[in-house]
DNA sequence: GACTTTAGTTTCAGTTGGCTACTAATTGCC
DNA sequence: GGCAATTAGTAGCCAACTGAAACTAAAGTC
């Protein structure tokens, strides 16, 4: 018996569900709204005539008062049924929020809330399982880190942001040298210095274009 | 003016559209559904109460004659806006088909043609280029390739499957090392003499257990 | 028997990536 | 001032991986 049901409304044919992600004291926090005693993630039904991606744009600015740095529809979820609206089906969105962006005014019922704490069940602990498997794999692909981060930043911020991101360690020497060699960052003449230690060097992104590589297969993450 | 406004037709919320690919003849080969003059993808109208992997199964069989050996869904769309129904948004899925099993009973107006003459346009297009770069990403994570092959296979076999899917050539000792090392198949005791040149041995997909490494980050593919 | 064709292996050199250990520059404390 | 602690950044080693070329092996063709 979902909300939708009892409120006797008829339910969308989809809805939009929206994940953000943000980092924040140090650990990844996902936005979530609150009726009553249960979660759920920010949803809202279409407007007809207006593109997916726009959609979610608006639900994030509604929801978190910001527009996400990133964003990118994850696919659509028809299982669980368990859903706040009932919609059979759900067009399902990841996007991230720096941290210094969520202090935007949130709407009604919406908090941010550590990842391991989101209390979400159904399709909506399905949808966050799969935004943040999505998140971790994109971060190859896109400057998703970079947008997390102020526009000049030292490496050791950087290699902080994408530990947070992905949930482990990376190695400080072999994340500089992949980073060098990927020509993504240069240096500016600035330095911090943060209390203790030797002040860090600040970089700012600055892509240039590299020949891309890549030709044979790996076999390593097939399982079974 | 697409063919469900000519009709006078109400087009659905969501539509189901479905690309299957197969190898046939050493090239990659898509169905088709032939309206007239005008190609597109097969599709469906939503079942209410339907997962969404079982419609998409349901249209292979009745559009292919045959399941897919893998299908995985890539996302909704709803751009571009020219679809056959005039659905908004489609949930899109891919599947692929074996050689032998394109032998199977087509649905009417279905039949397979090369990738490179599709004739798509509109959204069925996007959706087309998108389930080929999906197919070629998750030959790294499903064992796709081994489904389209019989259950015995020579290692030449293998590589030419892949390098069909993937569209570029493989280098062979590369290739069987990497293999080799991920402990995916093992070798029959048969051989195969397939006119001139040396037999080559049969082998059978049968993997093992082995530990997940992966640790760093890669920066090569993050362009600008 | 020599040539061609396909299968399968070996070797080598260049690259990558993790690890340990180092140097450098600053603050805090005595 | 001087030394420990702390953070930034670098250097060198070694094992693993990869692509290329060159090799051996076993069949068919002429």
Redesign the pocket.
Same mark, same amino acid.
């Not at 966050?128 to 050791?156: G, H, Q």
């Given at each position: 018996m979902t909300a939708a049901v009892r409120r006797g409304t008829t339910p969308p044919p989809y809805s939009i569900d929206l994940v953000l992600l943000a980092p924040r004291e140090g650990a990844l926090h996902v936005l979530i709204e609150s009726d009553g005693r249960t979660a759920h993630l920010p949803w809202g039904a279409p407007k007809s005539g207006e593109a997916l991606l726009t959609s979610s744009r608006q639900l994030a600015k509604r929801t978190a008062g910001t527009e996400p740095g990133w964003m990118e529809q994850l696919h659509a979820f028809g299982d669980p049924l368990k859903h706040p609206a009932a919609a059979p089906v759900s067009i399902a969105f990841v996007g991230v929020v720096s941290a210094a962006a969520t202090e935007g005014r949130l709407g009604d019922k919406a908090r941010w809330v550590p990842m391991a704490s989101a209390g979400l069940s159904g399709r909506h602990a399905a949808i966050l399982a799969a935004a943040v498997e999505t998140l971790r794999t994109r971060l190859e692909y896109a400057p998703i880190a970079f947008k997390l981060l102020p526009s000049t930043f030292?490496? /050791?911020e950087l290699q902080g942001m994408y530990e947070l991101l992905l949930g482990w360690p990376l190695?400080?020497? @072999?994340f %500089? $040298? @992949?980073l060098q =060699?990927a020509y993504l960052v240069e240096p500016t003449d600035e330095w911090r /210095?943060? *209390? $203790? *230690? %030797?002040? =860090?060097?600040l970089y700012r992104f600055s892509p240039r274009k590299r020949r891309q590589g890549r %030709? *044979?297969v %790996?076999f390593d993450f097939l399982g079974g």
């Amino acid at each position: 018996m979902t909300a939708a049901v009892r409120r006797g409304t008829t339910p969308p044919p989809y809805s939009i569900d929206l994940v953000l992600l943000a980092p924040r004291e140090g650990a990844l926090h996902v936005l979530i709204e609150s009726d009553g005693r249960t979660a759920h993630l920010p949803w809202g039904a279409p407007k007809s005539g207006e593109a997916l991606l726009t959609s979610s744009r608006q639900l994030a600015k509604r929801t978190a008062g910001t527009e996400p740095g990133w964003m990118e529809q994850l696919h659509a979820f028809g299982d669980p049924l368990k859903h706040p609206a009932a919609a059979p089906v759900s067009i399902a969105f990841v996007g991230v929020v720096s941290a210094a962006a969520t202090e935007g005014r949130l709407g009604d019922k919406a908090r941010w809330v550590p990842m391991a704490s989101a209390g979400l069940s159904g399709r909506h602990a399905a949808i966050l399982a799969a935004a943040v498997e999505t998140l971790r794999t994109r971060l190859e692909y896109a400057p998703i880190a970079f947008k997390l981060l102020p526009s000049t930043f030292t490496l /050791s911020e950087l290699q902080g942001m994408y530990e947070l991101l992905l949930g482990w360690p990376l190695h400080k020497a @072999s994340f %500089r $040298r @992949s980073l060098q =060699a990927a020509y993504l960052v240069e240096p500016t003449d600035e330095w911090r /210095s943060e *209390g $203790r *230690g %030797r002040p =860090a060097q600040l970089y700012r992104f600055s892509p240039r274009k590299r020949r891309q590589g890549r %030709r *044979g297969v %790996r076999f390593d993450f097939l399982g079974g």
